[in-house]
C-alpha cells in the first residue's frame, strides 16, 4: 500500500491550502497500523512552477522544505494523538530536534511580501502542528516506530532504450545504455 499525496491537489492560485493538507495527512495516518509510517508526496515542481519559483532559489527551496516539513509534523502530530503507550526519550528527543529545526526555518523567511505563495503560512502552521506534536508525544509517546516522508520525483523513459531511469543526485540515469537524461 503506498501512502502517496499530491500536492497539487492543495495548491491553486498562489494560495496553499495548508489546512486541507493537515486533514489528508492525518486521514492517511490514521489508516495505518503497522509500526512504519511511510509518507510519499509528489508534485512539488508543478507547485513551483505554478508560482514562478525556481527550485534552487533561495524561496525555492524554503517552500520545499516548508511543504515537506509540514507533512513530516502532521505525521508525528497525528501518531502522538493515535497513540497510548508511555514515551520513550528517544521519540521525545526525536520530536524535539524537528521541532527545533522547524523553528530555525521559520527564522529564514524574510520579505513576505513579495512572496508568490503562502509560504509564512505554511510554515506557521508546520510550526503549530510540531508544537502539538511535541506535547503529545511527551504525554503519550507516537503510535509509529518509524515515520519516513519522502519526495517522490517524477521518472523519465530514455529516449534510446524507452525504458524508466533511475535516479542518481539530480541526475537521471538509463541502466541500459548508461545515458544521463
Ligand atoms: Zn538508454
Request: aromatic letters at 6%; hydrophobic letters at 40%; a neutral charge.
Amino acid at each position: 500500500m503506498t501512502n502517496r499525496v499530491d500536492l497539487l491537489k492543495f495548491y491553486s492560485a498562489g494560495r496553499f491550502d495548508f489546512d486541507g493538507l493537515i486533514m489528508a495527512i492525518e486521514e492517511l495516518v490514521s489508516n495505518v497500523d503497522g509500526e512504519q509510517l511511510m509518507i510519499n508526496y509528489t508534485e512539488v515542481n508543478e507547485i513551483l512552477s505554478g508560482t514562478n519559483l525556481k527550485r534552487n532559489s533561495a524561496h525555492g527551496r524554503i517552500l520545499a522544505r516548508a511543504l515537506a516539513n509540514l507533512i513530516f509534523a502532521s505525521a508525528h502530530r497525528s501518531s502522538a494523538e493515535m497513540s497510548k503507550q508511555k514515551p520513550s526519550r528517544r521519540q521525545i528527543d526525536t520530536v524535539q530536534r524537528k521541532y527545533d529545526s522547524s523553528m530555525k526555518l521559520t527564522d529564514r523567511v524574510v520579505d513576505t511580501m513579495k512572496l508568490p505563495i503562502n509560504i509564512n503560512e505554511i510554515l506557521f502552521a508546520a510550526n503549530r502542528e510540531w508544537d502539538y506534536a511535541l506535547e503529545l508525544s511527551r504525554k503519550n509517546g507516537l503510535r509509529h516506530r518509524e515515520i519516513t516522508v519522502t519526495e517522490l520525483l517524477p521518472t523519465t523513459n530514455c529516449p534510446h532504450c524507452n525504458v524508466e531511469t533511475y535516479q542518481i543526485g539530480a541526475n537521471h540515469i538509463c541502466g541500459l545504455c548508461g545515458a544521463m537524461v
